[in-house]
C-alpha cells in the first residue's frame, strides 16, 4: 500500500510542477533530497553498527547472561514456559535490552533469533500460528520501553537539533504508556481468547 501512496505521491508533484512552472524548483528538491537521504543513511548505518557490535560484545562475553538472569524474575513471568537461562530467554533480553536504547533497527536481529528459540522451545503443534510468547515479544517489540532514544536523537542531531536529547521526557512518559497499554492488551486478549476455547 506503502509504495502506491509514494508513487502518488512522486507523480502529483511532477504533475502539479509541471502545471504551475516550477520544474527547476522541483528538480533541485529531487536533487538536494537524495544527497540528504543519503548522508542520513551513512549516519544511522554508523550508529547501529556501532550498538551492534556493543551488543555483539556483550553477548560473547557472557554479560546478557547476567542481564538475563537479572531480568528472569520479570521476564519469566511475562514470558511462561520457556526455558529459564535458556537461549530463548537471553535473546528476548538482548532484544528488549536494545529497544530500551532506542536501537529499534539494532533490535531486529535478536528478535527474529528470540522468535526462532522460542518456536524451538516450545514445539508448537501448529507451527503456522504465532504462540502467546511470539505475540508477547512482538507486541514489547513495538511499543517497547525507551530511556535513550539513540536512532530519535540521531535523528534530530543529523537535522540541525541544538538539543538532540530534550526529548527524554516525553519519551520515557510515551513509552511507558504505550508498553504497559500493549502488555495489558496482549494478556487481556490472550485470556478472551482461552474463555472462547472452554
Not at 551492534?52 to 556483550?58: E, F, K, L, T
Not at 537535522?159 to 492488551?185: K, Q, R
Request: aromatic share 6%.
Amino acid at each position: 500500500m506503502m509504495k502506491w501512496i509514494i508513487t502518488a505521491l512522486i507523480v502529483l508533484s511532477v504533475i502539479f510542477a509541471a502545471a504551475t512552472g516550477s520544474m527547476s524548483s522541483l528538480s533541485a528538491a529531487f536533487l538536494e533530497s537524495c544527497g540528504g537521504a543519503v548522508s542520513l543513511a551513512i549516519t544511522l548505518t554508523g550508529i547501529i553498527a556501532l550498538w551492534s557490535g556493543i551488543m555483539r560484545v556483550a553477548q560473547s562475553s557472557g554479560l546478557t547472561g547476567k542481564l538475563a538472569k537479572i531480568a528472569e524474575p520479570l521476564l519469566s513471568r511475562l514470558f511462561g514456559g520457556l526455558q529459564k537461562g535458556g537461549k530463548a530467554m537471553q535473546y528476548i533480553t538482548l532484544n528488549i535490552t536494545a529497544n530500551i536504547l532506542g536501537l529499534g533497527n539494532a533490535s531486529t536481529p535478536f528478535g527474529i533469533a528470540a522468535m526462532r528459540e522460542i518456536e524451538r522451545e516450545e514445539h508448537s503443534s501448529a507451527p503456522e500460528y504465532a504462540s502467546d510468547n511470539m505475540i508477547l515479544l512482538t507486541v514489547m517489540n513495538t511499543a517497547s520501553l525507551q530511556l535513550v532514544p539513540t536512532t530519535a536523537a540521531a535523528l534530530r542531531q543529523a537535522h540541525g537539533s541544538a538539543a538532540p536529547m530534550e526529548i527524554l521526557p516525553c519519551v520515557w512518559v510515551t513509552s511507558v504508556c504505550a508498553l504497559a497499554a500493549a502488555v495489558t492488551a496482549s494478556f487481556a486478549f490472550r485470556g478472551l481468547r482461552k474463555r472462547r476455547r472452554l
